[in-house]
């Protein structure tokens, strides 16, 4: 089969530099799972790398002209190539509660949503790599203080220690897109739960970002929070002030407030 052609619709961009994909296969460190799960592998420039390590290589496209090409020149995925939408896929048919990692070149339109994914499935995935446009990465990994500290950085932070590894030019794909692109690790922390209500702290951080130049006085009136707690210095402080363990700390004190 001819090369795949990258699809605008899809956000496909491969690929084309043999030494970015194997740098980004070798981020993973292989412990703690005996399954990767490489999203959107297109004509698998990086999935070749993933085949040579000892681990068991799944990938999931939606783009069903590379799913034949993966299946015309990978023989190894043999019954390892699941064509479906990863946002939409129940990802337990395959991996029936068992850890694994994800790995991917994301497409730009929906990386944020990819982590979001991801984040739901925290419980069995160790290890996620992979590269998003430079923005989005560094969102990821931002700390505290700054514009680009946000919902994203929060939400990951929280269960994963976040390092962005490199970024990557333009030109090293077909096409090329507008934007430089970043390749982060996530780890899951040891201890990962937290010691707050999940959905609570969710929805604190997500109304918090909503209005994030207000003060948490005013961003989080929606919760109904009592005056006296209101008064709470903390509520002087605008969402990019406070790091993870400040907002877990804050969803504990609306917890203790009843709502």
Do not use: W
Not at 22 to 36: C, F, P, Q, R, S
Request: hydrophobic share 40%; net charge neutral; aromatic share 10%.
């Amino acid at each position: 089969m001819e090369k795949v052609k990258a699809k605008k619709h899809l956000g496909q961009h491969f690929l084309k530099d043999e030494s970015i994909a194997k740098a980004i296969a070798d981020t993973l460190n292989l412990e703690g799972y005996n399954d990767v799960l490489e999203i959107g592998p297109g004509m698998g420039v990086l999935t070749k790398y993933l085949l040579e390590k000892p681990i068991n290589t799944y990938v999931i496209e939606i783009d069903t002209e590379s799913v034949t090409y993966l299946d015309e020149n990978y023989p190894k995925l043999k019954d390892k190539i699941i064509s479906k939408d990863f946002l939409k896929y129940n990802i337990n048919e395959v991996f029936e509660g068992k850890q694994f990692a994800i790995i991917g070149n994301f497409p730009y339109n929906i990386s944020t949503q990819i982590v979001f994914k991801a984040l739901e499935y925290r419980d069995q995935i160790p290890e996620f790599a992979g590269m998003f446009q430079k923005e989005v990465a560094e969102r990821i990994c931002e700390k505290k203080g700054t514009k680009a500290y946000g919902i994203l950085s929060v939400l990951v932070q929280a269960f994963y220690d976040a390092e962005y590894l490199f970024t990557v030019d333009e030109h090293v794909f077909i096409p090329p897109p507008k934007v430089k692109s970043g390749v982060l690790r996530l780890r899951r922390k040891e201890n990962y739960s937290l010691p707050c209500g999940e959905k609570l702290f969710f929805t604190v951080v997500k109304t918090a970002f909503q209005q994030r130049r207000k003060t948490l006085r005013n961003s989080l009136k929606t919760l109904n929070l009592s005056d006296i707690l209101r008064e709470d210095e903390v509520f002087n402080l605008r969402p990019e002030q406070l790091n993870v363990e400040q907002f877990i700390e804050l969803t504990k004190k609306i917890e203790a407030d009843g709502v």
